[in-house]
């Protein structure tokens, strides 16, 4: 089994969308890269939805990210490890594999660390309270599968 896990970086910029510092890590080894900037709350709600809905049948589930070409193809049984395929366009520049639990909690970390950021920068209230409220909803839903 990898070591597997979904880092959010603290510099959370608001313009057309929040981006911040986003990428994955697998046994120490990132995908992207280190320091890779998306539009962090969009993606976290999409994989989230994604990882929930999955039911193991084929032809699986992508984590893509929104600028670039990469995305996570992610495939297998969903009571047995699943295979993760980080992926440049066609090609697979890194793979692991965990449970449906394990990447449940490295989404669950993820979204925690994006609801205390937005709520340090003053992004959970207003106008942009939406965005945590979003947040808190698909961590509780997590909960149910870690």
């Known amino acids: ?12 910029v608001l313009s057309s969308g929040l981006t911040s510092p986003i990428w994955v890590e697998i ?3 990132t995908f992207p ?9 969009t993606l976290l709600c999409r994989w989230t939805d994604a990882l929930l809905s999955y039911t193991g049948s ?11 070409p990469y995305e ?9 490890p699943l ?9 697979c520049l890194l793979k692991g594999e965990c449970t449906r639990r394990d990447l449940a909690d490295a989404l669950y970390r993820a979204l925690k660390r994006m609801g205390y950021l937005l709520h340090e920068s003053g992004l959970d209230e ?8 979003e947040i808190r909803a698909r961590t509780a839903r997590l909960l149910e599968l870690i």
């Open 1 to 12: 089994m990898s070591n597997v896990g979904i880092i959010v970086g603290d510099d959370l």
């Open 27 to 29: 046994d120490g080894c």
């Open 33 to 41: 890269d280190e320091d890779w900037v998306d539009f962090s709350h």
């Open 58 to 68: 084929a032809p699986g589930i992508r984590f893509g990210f929104m600028d670039g």
């Open 72 to 80: 996570i193809v992610i495939h297998g049984n969903i009571n047995e």
């Open 83 to 91: 295979t993760l395929c980080c992926m440049r366009e066609d090609k």
């Open 126 to 133: 207003g106008n942009s309270g939406w965005m945590a409220e």
